[in-house]
């Protein structure tokens, strides 16, 4: 079923009205400042507690959850890197200018893994290791001769 196609009818309506991804990190500073200060992610809210707890929510715009089985994700690593790269859990960021946000985190900390590399799916996506040890792809969407029915294409590229 493409990504717009309506719920059959006899489904339920739809439940989960927000996915949030929560991520550890021991630099909780460091990573705050990657994720909303580089890559741009506006803080939505900031809560402390007892003992140091911290916590800060950044809007990263409209969600989806993306399940690839195996074979899918050494695809998605052979086009975009070249070789197995990625951790179970991949986090994907869509933006305007691929080279320019993936030179900024680099430029932030960031490491690269792979640079900005064009897919079959007609997307630009990079490869980096970022704070609090999360895997992120870094992909803008290119918009000419996207097929959803591409067994290659995953959404976030």
Do not use: C, Y
């Amino acid at each position: 079923m493409a990504a717009d196609s309506p719920a059959p009818a006899n489904s339920p309506a739809p439940v989960v009205r927000q996915l949030r991804l929560v991520v550890e990190a021991a630099d909780h500073e460091a990573a705050v400042a990657f994720f909303r200060d580089a890559l741009g992610l506006p803080e939505e809210a900031a809560f402390s507690g007892e003992g140091d707890a911290r916590v800060v929510i950044l809007d990263a715009g409209r969600a989806t959850l993306e399940i690839a089985n195996p074979a899918q994700k050494r695809l998605i690593d052979e086009v975009e890197v070249g070789r197995q790269v990625a951790p179970r859990i991949r986090v994907a960021f869509e933006v305007d200018d691929a080279e320019a946000t993936t030179a900024r985190l680099v430029a932030a900390g960031a490491s690269e893994v792979a640079p900005p590399t064009r897919t079959p799916w007609q997307s630009l996506n990079s490869r980096l290791d970022a704070p609090a040890d999360l895997h992120i792809t870094i992909f803008q969407e290119l918009g000419t001769g996207m097929d959803d029915d591409d067994p290659g294409h995953d959404g976030d590229v």
